[in-house]
């Protein structure tokens, strides 16, 4: 069983950065991936990224390339996300996932789940 804690959520104006983070409870083996996703009011969730943990290959949404980065650290079995350039578009829930087997885009086929962290961008 994995347990995915998400934290460093906050309000920043247009422009800013933050950083977030997911920490895994349980081992994150080398076949997992731990994605991002994001939720704004009366919307889907929707994919902001991805990393695969043994090769550390990514993928993001076309939205957010070239602002945010996801990385991750094995030995804390942690990812992060580095949003820079922020926008107000970027005000959302950000959720961390994590599946041993799927590494794409659709939030269907994770199975872990963290509770979200708020990001608020005002203008």
């Known amino acids: 069983q994995v347990q995915l804690v998400e934290s460093g959520g906050g309000l920043v104006q247009a422009g800013g950065s933050l950083r977030l983070s997911c920490a895994a409870s349980g081992r994150i083996f080398s076949a997992w991936s731990m994605g991002w996703f994001r939720q704004a009011p009366g919307k889907e969730r929707e994919f902001v990224a991805v990393?695969?943990?043994?090769?550390?290959?990514?993928t993001y949404a076309d939205s957010v390339k070239g602002r945010f980065t996801i990385s991750r650290d094995n030995a804390k079995s942690t990812a992060y996300l580095q949003m820079n350039s922020l926008k107000v578009d970027d005000t959302a829930v950000y959720y961390c996932?994590?599946?041993?087997?799927?590494?794409?885009?659709?939030?269907?086929?994770?199975?872990?789940w963290g509770r979200g962290t708020q990001v608020t961008v005002s203008s």
């Open positions: 996932a994590a599946d041993r087997y799927y590494s794409g885009s659709n939030r269907y086929e994770y199975t872990y």
């Open positions: 990393i695969r943990w043994s090769t550390g290959s990514t």
